[in-house]
């Protein structure tokens, strides 16, 4: 039997790891710039958790989890997304008493039993932010913002590829009102809606206005908006919002048939749509969730958050194959040491740990092969410099230095090759 990944978890090869970890340093830095603190949650939690935060009429909770028993009959989940585990983390220690705002954040891997296509996996990684604490729509708009520019960073401003767009969600006193003319307005064109929407129908009406299927789209587009249903409260929020987003020349548009597909947002939500992604074209979505974390048996504590999806952030930036050149520079190796013979190879242990201390990057080729054989060795690996150790240069305290693009070669003392290198390549 020929061993396989499971579908829709795949394998990082070299070239596609250094892709992902750019793209997370990037955030990582913007985020501890902006104040924000680093956490980890637990890739397992129990399944009560989500069942009780993201709701359990959701697609996510009926369809999408990875559930089972453990050995002690436990009933576990693989996260499917962050919040909740966040949430569960901040009132299990206590980290609301903490000064406010709390402002962290979490990179890793969500698991969710969809169907895999472009842009969608079963594993995949989300740079997932939260922000609790007295909510102020100031607060909102610089986090709505620092997702913005977090996206476009690695872009150095020559394209724009991604859209805003925003609506609210309402609040626990007007909501309702618009899941009932919901309810009314759908059953009504029931016959219309595909299969999945007629089932969504009783459980969760809302995920309908977000159906990709035209013949949904056809009949949400006859739908009253939600903003009719807004009390003045959520009214005067989402003004107050669009004026700051005004104030900040930001772009939006605002989408009034956006919804998300967790049970637990309120007012303000947004998607960050981006080019070239088909389908599956949402780079990084978010919300204010302010009764969470009280319904998870915490304090009053409102908050929002966002979560960038990794993998189709680098795909809206780089395509499928393409990898920036510079990029695949940090995979070669910049210096090669070639220690022929057994003295020159404990000479060599030596040589290229005292230069890894003073910071150069070197490799060894600690084989029985010919020069020649493992010069070729060296060019197919990409090295840009290379050592070569033999018995002769060894009795006379030196070493080969070969220039690999210019084809040149020189032989200088070994005690000055950290000078030589550290000039030549930093
Ligand atoms: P979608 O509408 O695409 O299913 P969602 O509403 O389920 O997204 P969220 O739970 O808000 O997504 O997750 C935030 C981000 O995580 C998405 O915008 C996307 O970038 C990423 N994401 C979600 N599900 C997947 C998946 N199955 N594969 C890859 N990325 C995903
Ligand atoms: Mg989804």
Sequence with gaps: MKLQAVRGFKDWLPEEAIKYQYLIEIARKELKLAGFQEIKIPVLEKTELFVRSIGEVTDIVQKETYTFEDRNKELLTLRPEATAGICRMVIEHGLYMRPKPLKIFFIGPMFRHERPQKGRLREF????????GNLTPYYEVELIELALKILKKPLKNQREPFTLEINSLGCPNCRPAFRDYLLYA????????????????????????????????EVVKGLKPISEFWCEDCKNHF??????????????????????????????????????????????????????????????????????????WALCLFGEKDIPEALLEELKPQCLLIPLGKEAKIKGLKIISTLRDKGIKISAL?????????????????????????????????????????????????????????????
């Design 125 to 132: 990684f989300q740079i997932d932010v939260e922000f609790m």
């Design 186 to 217: 759908l059953e009504k064109e029931k016959e219309k809606l595909c299969e999945t929407c007629k089932e969504r129908l009783s459980r969760n009406p809302l995920r309908i206005l977000d159906c990709k299927k035209e013949q949904c789209k």
């Design 239 to 312: 003004e107050k919002i669009i004026e700051l987003f005004k104030i900040r020349n930001l772009s939006f548009s605002i989408n009034s048939y956006l919804v998300r597909g967790l049970d637990y947002y309120v007012r303000t939500i947004f998607e960050i749509k981006g080019e070239g992604l088909g389908a599956q074209d949402t780079v990084c979505a978010g919300g204010r969730y302010d009764f969470l974390i009280k319904e998870l048996g915490g304090p009053d504590l409102p908050a929002t958050g966002f979560a960038i999806g990794l993998e189709r």
């Design 366 to 426: 600690f084989e029985d092969r010919s020069l020649k054989a493992m010069l070729r060795e060296a060019d197919k690996l990409g090295a840009s410099l290379v050592l070569i150790l033999g018995d002769e240069e060894l009795k006379e305290n030196k070493i080969v230095l070969k220039d690999m693009k210019k084809g040149t070669q020189e032989k200088i003392s070994i005690d000055e090759i950290e000078f030589y290198l550290l000039e030549n390549l930093l």
